[in-house]
């Protein structure tokens, strides 16, 4: 009885705090909108998980930094788009998690936004990308963007873009015309 008990408070201690340390998460609603954003950070595995129920623009996607890539399922559009992330723009998981934690103040320190455009070719093996990516991405079509560079003048439709924001850090443009929808 002593050693399971001895085990228990050995379980609590080392297990317990390791497991406060590995996911981080928060909802919270969305500035000038009606929804709500759910972010989950599980900085062990390098990823941060976003469901946004905006009804203006409602979208789910993965920041995976581990492997520097940008998942976004745009329910308007019924896709889903792959992006190579810049990790000097984009916020760190640490910024995140403060963030979240400091969720009261409501105040973040701003980035600037960051525009995508489509590219026409789909995407066909998901799996390359991860677990994570797969799933989100399941049953829907897939296609890479790339990032435009700041101060680049787009010909595009403004109707083609869709527009994310990622709490008040950043905003996210993705534009162009998705093949076959």
């Known amino acids: 009885m002593k050693r399971l008990i001895a085990s228990s408070i050995l379980v609590s201690i080392f297990l317990v705090p390791s497991l ?12 000038g ?15 941060v998980s ?13 920041l995976d930094y581990k492997n520097a890539l940008l998942a976004a399922k745009l329910f308007s559009k019924m896709a889903c ?5 810049d990790l000097t723009v984009f916020p760190s998981l640490d910024d995140i998690s403060q963030a979240l934690g400091k ?27 991860g677990v994570p990516v797969k799933d ?10 790339q ?11 403004p109707d083609s ?5 990622l709490l008040s850090f950043m905003g996210l443009s993705i534009c162009g015309e998705i093949p076959g929808l």
Request: charged fraction near 15%; hydrophobic fraction near 40%.
């Open 147 to 157: 990032q435009q560079k700041e101060g680049t003048a787009l010909a595009r439709d």
């Open 20 to 31: 406060a340390l590995m996911n981080a998460s928060d909802s919270h609603l969305l500035d």
């Open 161 to 165: 873009c869709s527009e994310l924001q």
């Open 103 to 129: 969720q009261a103040s409501g105040h973040y320190p701003p980035t600037r936004g960051l525009t995508y455009t489509v590219l026409p070719s789909r995407v066909k093996n998901l799996a390359q990308y």
């Open 50 to 62: 976003i469901q946004d129920n905006n009804a203006l623009s409602e979208w789910n996607g993965i």
């Open 81 to 85: 788009v792959l992006a190579k992330m």
């Open 136 to 145: 989100l991405c399941r049953a829907v079509p897939a296609y890479f963007a």
């Open 33 to 47: 909108s009606v929804g709500t954003q759910t972010i989950h950070v599980d900085p062990l595995r390098g990823v």
